[in-house]
């Protein structure tokens, strides 16, 4: 039986169900992915919340499914599109294949799809909503399914602690990454996660000596509403503010985000360091970047830039502590060479330590 993928501008394209066949139509954003491997981390980063991900690496599955590459409990994306993703796979630490992993949470993954040309369209026309169906003809309404915001979805709703290190970040979970805590943890560090509408209250009680701002879905204007408590936790302690995180603390400090045509997803992605004047690969997933125009007025500089198109890629405080970061230090997929922002920011976090909490 054929299936479907419509694109909100009217164009569709063929393929087979390779696992289960959803019981609806499935919406979402669609955007693409480009690296060679890395599914996993993908599937199940918080960050793809609601989104449709087309792989553009032709053959998606051959290593399987591992116990640890994981970035949280569950896949979030609300469904794949693949050239090739139900082969056999093999990998000494598999333990299950894509497509059952993909069942067993009723995501549906679409196969036998031209990715190439799916891509090149997304890439004229931008990321836009689009619909995997049984259906050859559907209405436009159907495809611009709206969802609900995704952050309050996959934060947290519990404090919980990780780690027993000797310098304690509280990490504001907008839909964070294992692996983040994972290199604090490395790096000699408690971490405290707290639902993303902790209050600054809250925090300052736990006696953070640093502040991580996670990464996570959707569109950084949604957290309007806590964008003061944002900017009083930021101004209070060393921040580091990752992917969403950054675009937080860019709205907090006066400074405005826009959408780009069709994002960055994946992993050679270079940003240039204007500080130490070098450039590294990094690891990336956004569609949302801050507007450097919008910086003029504020006490934000731009500290890294992407390579490609000259956009955004991080900032520092004139004044105080916070460094941000819109690419991925900590990976998971992808080089771990930029992992450095994270020494920078536990320099910060020691440079500070013994002094008053707050800068006010
Ligand atoms: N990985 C992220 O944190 C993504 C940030 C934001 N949702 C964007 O798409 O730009």
């Not at 050679?268 to 956004?286: C, E, G, I, W, Y």
Request: glycine letters at 8%.
């Amino acid at each position: 039986m054929k299936s479907y993928v419509h694109l909100e501008n009217g164009d569709v394209f063929t393929g087979k169900w390779l696992t289960e066949q959803p019981e609806g139509n499935v919406t979402g954003e669609i955007v693409f992915f480009t690296g060679m491997t890395g599914y996993q981390e993908v599937l199940t980063d918080p960050s793809y919340k609601n989104q449709i991900v087309v792989f553009t690496y032709p053959l998606i599955g051959n290593y399987g499914i591992n116990h640890e590459d994981f970035e949280s409990s569950k896949p979030h994306v609300a469904g794949v599109i693949v050239h090739r993703g139900d082969l056999p796979h093999s990998h000494y630490n598999a333990n299950s294949s894509l497509v059952q992993y993909l069942d067993k949470w009723n995501i549906p993954m679409l196969g036998n799809v031209d990715t190439r040309a799916i891509v090149k369209r997304i890439r004229t026309n931008g990321s836009m909503q689009a619909c995997l169906t049984n259906q050859a003809d559907l209405k436009l309404a159907e495809i611009n399914h709206a969802n609900e915001a995704p952050v309050p979805v996959v934060s947290q709703k519990e404090i919980t602690v990780h780690g027993n290190g000797s310098h304690h970040i509280v990490l504001m979970d907008f839909g964070y990454k294992k692996s983040i805590v994972n290199y604090l943890i490395e790096k000699g560090c408690k971490v405290t996660v707290v639902p993303y509408n902790t209050s600054y209250e809250k925090i300052a009680s736990l006696q953070p000596d640093g502040i991580l701002l996670s990464n996570g879905p959707g569109d950084p204007v949604e957290l309007l509403p806590q964008i003061d408590n944002i900017s009083a936790v930021a101004s209070a302690y060393p921040t580091l503010g990752i992917c969403l995180g950054h675009q937080l603390v860019a709205l907090a400090f006066g400074g405005k985000t826009k959408k780009l045509l069709f994002g960055h997803r994946g992993a050679n992605q270079p940003v240039a360091d204007l500080v130490n004047k070098t450039v590294f690969m990094t690891s990336q997933n956004h569609s949302y970047v801050v507007d450097e125009s919008s910086l003029q007025q504020t006490d934000l500089q731009v500290r890294f830039l992407q390579v490609n198109d000259g956009s955004v890629e991080g900032l520092q405080h004139a004044k105080l502590p916070i460094l941000t970061a819109q690419f991925h230090p900590e990976a998971n997929p992808g080089p771990a060479e930029s992992s450095v922002i994270f020494d920078e920011f536990l320099q910060n976090v020691k440079s500070n330590s013994g002094r008053e909490k707050v800068y006010a």
